[in-house]
């Protein structure tokens, strides 16, 4: 059965967009939308915004229908989403930033990426305008009560870790809200891609986040493909797909490196290190690089896997596929189940995060052991024929999707003449952050950094 | 700190630590003279290494935790990371530098006492590279403090960042 939030999409202008086609609404449209939002099922993955629309994109969980909604901006506003999904709040500021386009009868608009420090503002509209005289340091809700103390965090954060900046708001050792704050890694990505011709975009792509470089560039590429129409051979196919399974057990393992660290579980840290290592030179062996950036191109792939390259990742998979049920065991040893059951509980979000710190575990386990079972499948059944094909000069609208280890990356983008003209990479990070801000509350400051690892926070990736 | 050599008996395949390989040699002869040039006093045997991020893409992060980890276990030669620039003889910087994130750097350089020395670790780093001209982006490391050593690759390998460090402590040894 269609809501009725489907059907008023549907109801609306249909812009070609493959393989999902996009709807513009009229202002009323969209407000309407927005009212229903309250009662609707409807999530929002993304939403972002080009120098004349603002986007939306949402996935009807009813029936699975992906939904790219669109609304004109006009004077330089547009109605906000905030006004019923709380997760728009960072996007608008994101979108305000970039372009200047302000979300009206929401949030209210604070800067997010923009901290001031920019040589202009608005670095995306037609017109980017002149820098604020005096930089805005960031402002935090400040919660006053009896004991209530303020432990700023970062952005130069302890450990190897990338910049973000939280802040607690503790009474005694508990954390009683924690407020994040993010841009401070913003290098102007969209900017650099746009108007750049597809492979030379995919670069940017590749370098949005360097532990889901795999997804974040295979997703560009499906976009674009999707957009002009290419189909790629299936040798490249399966490669890629390989290299997304390779990618995401990799992942999860320096995630599990980490979170064993912390623990001071050096069994456990050990040996995900150790099967991540290996892991990584069989992709240096077979793909030529560590993390296989730049693997993945529009169009196939960069080159064929290496000789000797088959053999080496059977082994290094082999190998992680023994380990799983002794990290399962170690897991569950009392001293770590005890500190991490209960740990950060999340009520109800997307699969992998869901629960609390120890379910978390258990799912990252189990998404190793899938992926070595998708990998090996791969890898026994390649297919001899096509890396690659060469792009077309055309114009279209794509959207695509692919699975990382911290969650889905969806890429939009808008081709024009083979070179990008809009684009929009949406980050697995977007929808992961407010959550940490959920699972903090409540915990003892100093499994802050237990927590926030066991949800794989990704910051570069939604700094853009 | 992990005592890896104990934890090494109990799990197969990691029985060793990485040999270690060649110091980079370049890179060790440029420190050398910099540092009679500059007639610098001279750090101890080990180093304590912070690692700032200016805007790194969690690329090379990846492989400084590597570094860190079972395999190549940095401590062995006397390397060893902080948290605290106030502890640090050595600033790993990552990334290429953004505006918003060059006052951190400047702050972390400020707090790490004399003598001091500065890595720019990656191809960002060391010139801003992908991300080069790019309205949110200064350039590299050097365009906020001074740099003493460039490690390149995107991102470097942990047997190239190891050697790299290690050329400065045989330059501080030598």
Redesign the interface.
Known sequence: MTSAAVSLIQSAIMEPCQPWARYVLRWEQWGTLVEMLATEPLTLLAAWADTVQVHALFDDAETGTILPVSVAVEAGTYPALSLRRAEAVWYEHMIHDLWGHRAVGGAEIKPWLD?G????TH?MAPR?GPPPRVPEPPEFRVLEGEGMMQYPIG?????????SHLRLTLRGDRIVAAEARL???????L??MRGKPARTAA??AA?????A?VAHSMAFALAIEAALGVEIPPRAIALRSLMGALERIATQL?IL??QG?LLGA??I???C??R???L?RAM?IAFGH??M?DCVVPGGVAGDIARGGVAAVRQALD?VAREVPDLRRLYQGPAVSARLCGLGRIRSGPHPVQGDTDARTRARLDAIANDVDIAIRGLDRLPTEGLSVSMPTGSGEGLAQCRSARGEVWHWVRVDHGQVAAIFPRDPGWALWPLAEAALRGAPVADTALICCSLGL???GLDL | MVNWPRIRRVLPGAERAEPPGPVDASALQSLTERLEAASQVRLGRSLAIRHVNTGSCNGCELEIRALNGVVYELARFGLRFVDNPRHADVLLVTGPLTHTLRQALEQAYDATPDPKWVVALGDCAVDGGVFKGSYAVLGGTGMGVPVDLTIGGCPPSPERILSGLRALLEANRA
Do not use: C, K
């Open positions: 901290h420090n920019w040589p202009i670095p980017p952005p130069v954060a302890p450990g190897i870790a990338e910049a841009g401070y890694t913003h290098r102007g990505t900017a650099l670069r940017f370098r949005l986040a360097g532990d470089t320096d490196t980490s660290a050096a069994a840290q050990g040996r290190g150790l991540q290592e290996h990584r240096a560590r993390l950036m190998a990704p910051v570069s």
